[in-house]
């Protein structure tokens, strides 16, 4: 999906400089993280005993059911991003420094 928008922002807007494009900017930050992200992700539904299905069915519980299911998808989306983040900020960062320094 995000090389699509890429693709589709160069055609749009012809070959501008890249780097001052938000979006290109925007997907190159998540990039960044898309490991992370892809990693952790499994987890999020799997959260006990308050987990994200208890919460998320107690938060949209009141809304009809294809309103429920988009704020869940979007809410399991914003979570996984949030998470991939972390995680990488936590664990891979500090071990990539690590290795930097002891395999230059």
Known sequence: ICSAIFI?????????????????????????????????HYFIPKIEPLGFNTVTGFLFSELPL???????????????????????????TPFLKLRSRWIP
């Open 8 to 40: 589709i922002c160069i055609y749009d807007d012809g070959l501008v400089e890249l780097k001052n494009n938000p979006i290109v900017r925007a997907l190159s930050s998540i990039g960044i993280y898309s490991y992370n992200i892809y990693l952790w």
């Open 66 to 92: 294809g309103f429920r299911i988009a704020a869940t998808s979007v809410t399991f989306v914003f979570c996984s991003l949030i998470l991939g983040m972390v995680m990488t900020k936590l664990i891979e």
